[in-house]
């Protein structure tokens, strides 16, 4: 199985590759519209938003949706579904290598994701054996915590976000990662919105600035 995706540009000859991963239920077209914000002049950059697959949701009464992996119960910092994100890092690992077959480095590509698709970029960066340029993790966490023993892309800067009045996935939850992460020597910009469960402009603004300063 391939992802399908939605690819957009904000120059010609793009100095990174950023690969965002939507939230449960949603799509590729969820993130799409921000692409503009990011225009930034001397970095070109290329957004790929894939599709998750099609699957049954436990919370959800079994209903298909696109999801990264299940969701069994409320306590969604409990019992990860392993095999699902297992399998979806797969997938997103071939887009990976995608980008690297059309030119880029591994060092040019950016992974980033909300919700569901922070979790998963989150369990990439901390599982590949190559260096990534960096993370963006919008209201995600942690979804399977034994497999940080890798100590993978530690000098790889890492920007995350999180709303202080997430109902979906608790602040408390996406702190909880943030420390962590921090405790295994990741690197970690952390920002918290009084927000619920979204991306605010600040934020959006907040993460332009990030890449500016990391990348420019």
Known sequence: MTLETIEKQTGDKPKLA???????????????????????????????????????VTINGGMVMRAWYDITMMDIGKHADKK??????????ELIQEQIKQGFGYEQIILAGFSQGSAMALHLATTLSHQLAGVIALSG??????????????????????????????????L???????????????????IQHGVSMEEINDIKQWLIKTFV
């Open 84 to 93: 699902g994100v297992l399998n979806s890092a797969l997938l997103i690992k």
């Open 141 to 174: 966490y942690l979804p399977v915590l034994e497999d940080l023993s890798e100590k993978v892309n530690l000098n790889t800067p890492f920007f995350m976000g999180h709303g202080t009045q997430d109902p979906v996935v608790p602040f408390t939850l996406g």
């Open 176 to 194: 909880k990662s943030k420390e962590t992460l921090e405790a295994f020597g990741y690197k970690i910009n952390w920002n918290s919105y009084p």
């Open 18 to 56: 950023i690969i965002w991963m939507h939230g449960l239920g949603a799509d590729g077209n969820d993130f799409a519209p921000v692409v503009p914000q990011f225009n930034i002049p001397d970095l070109p950059i290329k957004f790929i938003f894939p599709h998750a697959p099609k699957i049954p």
